[in-house]
């Protein structure tokens, strides 16, 4: 991870992955880098531990099945110190790794010898193994850069029996492989070995307090036991789709299917990403001046009234003397035509409705003569 794209002009993309029930994880952080065929990702490498040789191997996952290539080439950013990887120069010729369709991750045989101290850029391009169709862009998945300790490299560490038990329980491949496996005695016991031997000893636990069940993790590997959504060798931060890092964990998104744009949110806040005419965190109602959700829709006011009942539409609070479910007259006391755009005045009957000269239940205004007529209540008469 921590990776930045070089090779293009477009920004790199992100594909997170949210962990689902009966499914393996095949990733290793919040998801995978999209890169365009012909763009390439640079890694800083500045945690070697131990002077030794590695074997660079690449997690990825291709959109559609084509096999890719990639080109990998390493350079230090400074003066090699040691005298270990003095005598091992790196090639000035990038190397090629292929990356065939039906795997997820691919070991560089020729190894690399890296020293502590060191800061190491790696540039990696990725390309299509067969460039058949040039109009169609295709894009890779890659997930993370990794190195592996070639433990042949590590003087006095094992037997040759140990290296060919080694290889032949491809030791190697099992220990890369993302999600929980179980590894062979003699992988279990060489790895140990091997790490403690570059780590100068044990490494102690990591374990966040927050994100973790207990202070105790894998002997191999150190993987510390995550609470409810949360992720990360130590357990320190959320998983794609959750949010709210803390002693209860992480809580789900939750984002609304119909609501949101995608089932992410705010790792802080917990907010998802709404359409435009919806509201709420979790994207689960109509935003104010809308109803009907999910299919939200501006409130029919007739320009009267911008809030309305978000279940049914009927519009609250109709300004300008008008009445009715959706401010489509006027009130009583009042003539006009809403619908029309014509502005309802009071009827003077004789006076105003607001007034105690006001005599009539309602009125009209005439459309052949356009004068007012009252309707007036009992015992008066009159225009």
């Not at 809403?338 to 309802?344: D, F």
Request: net charge negative; hydrophobic share 30%; glycine share 10%.
């Amino acid at each position: 991870q921590g990776a930045m794209q070089f090779g293009q002009d477009s920004v790199l993309a992100v594909v997170f992955r949210q962990p689902s029930a009966g499914r393996p994880v095949t990733w290793t952080g919040p998801g995978f880098a999209r890169v365009p065929s012909g763009a390439g990702l640079r890694f800083a490498i500045n945690n070697i531990p131990f002077a030794m040789d590695f074997d660079i191997t690449i997690r990825y996952e291709p959109e559609i099945l084509e096999d890719w290539l990639a080109s990998v080439a390493i350079q230090p950013t400074g003066t090699l110190s040691g005298q270990r990887c003095k005598n091992k120069v790196l090639s000035q010729e990038p190397y090629a790794l292929p990356l065939p369709a039906t795997k997820r991750i691919a070991l560089l045989q020729t190894p690399v010898c890296l020293e502590p101290g060191t800061e190491y850029s790696v540039d990696v391009y990725f390309s299509q193994a067969s460039a058949s169709d040039t109009k169609a862009k295709s894009y890779i998945l890659i997930d993370s850069l990794g190195l592996i300790p070639r433990i042949s490299s590590v003087e006095n560490l094992c037997s040759e029996k140990d290296l060919d038990e080694y290889q032949k329980y491809h030791c190697i491949e099992i220990a890369s492989e993302v999600g929980p496996h179980v590894l062979p005695e003699v992988c279990a016991r060489l790895i140990a070995s091997m790490s403690a031997r570059i780590h100068h000893g044990a490494v102690a636990c990591k374990c966040n307090p927050q994100g973790s069940l207990n202070a105790n993790c894998s002997r191999l590997g150190g993987q510390c036991q995550c609470k409810a959504n949360v992720v990360g060798r130590c357990c320190d931060s959320c998983s794609a789709g959750s949010y709210g890092f803390g002693f209860h964990g992480c809580y789900a998104c939750e984002c609304h299917p119909q609501g949101s744009l995608s089932t992410l949110c705010d790792q802080v806040t917990g907010q998802c990403s709404c359409r435009r005419e919806v509201d709420g965190q979790r994207c689960s109602r109509c935003l104010a001046g809308y109803f009907g959700f999910p299919h939200c829709r501006p409130c029919p006011c007739n320009g009267y009234a911008e809030l309305c009942d978000p279940l049914t539409g009927v519009c609250l609070d109709c300004r300008g003397f008008t009445a009715g479910s959706h401010c489509e007259r006027c009130m009583d006391g009042y003539y006009g035509n809403p619908l029309e755009g014509e502005p309802c005045r009071p009827c003077m009957c004789p006076g105003a409705p607001t007034s105690n000269r006001y005599f009539a239940h309602s009125c009209y205004q005439d459309s052949q003569s356009a004068q007012l007529v009252c309707h007036c209540i009992e015992g008066y008469s009159g225009m």
